[in-house]
DNA sequence: CGATACGGGACCGAACTGGTGCGGATTATA
DNA sequence: TATAATCCGCACCAGTTCGGTCCCGTATCG
């Protein structure tokens, strides 16, 4: 189904609840009780963010997490990527995926293109914008998409 | 990964090998043998393909598959769609998808933009685009992404 | 030193994936 | 009408992945 993992659902939903509380050093239990996610699937998540650079943890009493970076900087690409590994629509995209017709294949540099614009999608929102109510919108090819896909991220 | 399956991979190749002949009529041992595909796989997809409304079958001897329409009106998103349902990257996107918490959760609208913005993607490649061998494209964000983003369709 | 909380694995059942096989229905041709 | 070619639907299987849980080691604070 083209489907992002309901992990990294849940873990998008974590960080928004991080990047709401900047300042904070909240541990996994306060984090789950918030984004009403389970608790050991949240502490889960959370190691996967930490190895991934995307959080930094404290360890001992009054320990907890904290954003890495300002939730601006953040992107759902980058939430994703550390916790289902590199963005790749096509299983073969990259080479060496054991696909064996690999020589013979037509489409697979369209397919990396296809690839590029969904990655692109994903980067042009920031876990700022996920955490407001509601992002902006506009209009193009006549339907509704993200509005931040227009505006030029440094 | 946020991966397309293999077998849709396999599915546009045979798309696209349909597509090279829009007027005979082939069958599936010849379209296994053009696009390299194992024969057993090809026939597989072609059921669902047919299922789809994409292509149209021929019983009988001689029979075979052609596609339904041109294929400059087939995108990759019909594809997709048709060998692996509904685009919905969030798992929950679509509500009565059992998410626990999908009273409380602030994201949901946020991901459903994004879903749009890969639906769009994904149905700015059509057939025949995919066909050719290289796919014109352009600078955006500063990255290369596929030509036809910014062409309006029809 | 003891309580708190992160860290890294191992582990499990359920679901999905890619792939194969077979009997039945449909059509062209001899 | 008989035969061969071809699609159709479904059932089946092994391997992997996914969501989720548990346990024990380690670091930090008081
Ligand atoms: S490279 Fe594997 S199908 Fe194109
Ligand atoms: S609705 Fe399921 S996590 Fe948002």
């Keep these: 189904m083209l489907k992002i993992a309901k992990l990294t659902d849940y873990g998008t939903l974590v960080m928004t609840t991080l990047a709401l509380e900047p300042a904070a050093c909240l541990n996994a239990q306060e984090l789950a009780a918030r984004s009403h996610v389970a608790a050991p699937t949240v502490a889960k998540l959370l190691k996967l963010l930490v ?3 995307l959080v930094v943890s404290t360890r001992g009493t009054h320990g907890g997490y904290r954003l890495a970076r300002g939730a601006e900087t953040i992107t759902v690409a980058d939430v994703v990527s550390a ?11 990259q080479h ?16 990396r293109l296809i690839d590029e614009a969904v990655r692109q999608a994903l980067s042009a929102v920031t876990l700022a914008q996920m955490a407001a109510p509601r992002v902006q919108t506009a209009r193009m090819y006549g339907k509704t998409v993200p509005l931040h896909v227009f505006a030029a991220r440094e």
Tied chains: 1, 2.
């Design 96 to 111: 060496g995926g054991g696909c064996t017709i690999e020589g013979s294949c037509t489409s697979r540099s369209n397919w």
């Design 83 to 93: 916790l289902e590994g590199p963005i790749a629509i096509t299983a073969c995209a």
């Design 51 to 53: 190895k991934g650079g």
